[in-house]
């Protein structure tokens, strides 16, 4: 069999014959991909799964996951899934773990200076000027008496003896009451 010489006039029935789908190896990423996002939706509560937008036989494929207990069967169920997952709207459930997940680290950081902020209260009268001045609105007197009721419960803590539990009311009460005005 020969074939003819080509040349500048054939490039038009060339371009006929280029693939325009995805490689072998392409699909098999996204396939994998989607068995990965499979896995992360097996670990979520059944709770958080409702609110995602998925199918209620992937739904249900899913919770069969959760409740599958031996190795080989949890393997089939979790590639299952993934096959399932082809007809789900990936990118959309992506986008919902990714809110949580950052939800809860931006929550973790509020806590996180929220605590900062209670141990400078706790350490420093100036540190409840500073934040008068921030927070002008604020209940003055309560903040008052929740501080020194704090301090007082962290002085007997010191005295303890070992063994013995320390008190932590006004202490929570002060990160309530902070946690509550910085809302």
């Known amino acids: 069999m020969s074939f003819p010489h080509q040349d500048a006039g054939d490039d038009a029935e060339f371009d006929d014959y280029d693939y325009d789908r995805p490689s072998k190896s392409q699909v098999k990423r996204e396939l994998h991909a989607l068995v990965d996002l499979g896995k992360q939706l097996i670990e979520l509560s059944p709770e958080r799964l409702r609110q995602l937008p998925i199918e209620e036989r992937l739904y249900e494929a899913i919770r069969e996951a959760q409740r599958t207990t031996g190795r080989e069967g949890l393997r089939r169920q979790v590639h299952f899934v993934g096959k399932l997952m082809r007809n789900a709207p990936a990118d959309e459930i992506r986008h919902q773990l990714d809110v949580w997940e950052n939800g809860s ?47 007082k419960e962290a002085q007997q803590n010191a005295n303890l003896n070992p063994g013995q539990e320390p008190q932590r009311k006004h202490y929570r009460a002060l990160f309530q009451a902070l946690k509550a005005l910085l809302a």
Request: proline share 2%; aromatic share 0%.
């Open 105 to 151: 680290r931006e929550e973790t950081a509020a806590m996180h200076r929220l605590e900062t902020l209670r141990e400078r209260l706790l350490a420093d009268d100036d540190a409840l000027t500073t934040l008068l001045q921030t927070h002008p609105g604020a209940d003055v007197q309560q903040l008052r008496a929740v501080i020194r009721a704090a301090r």
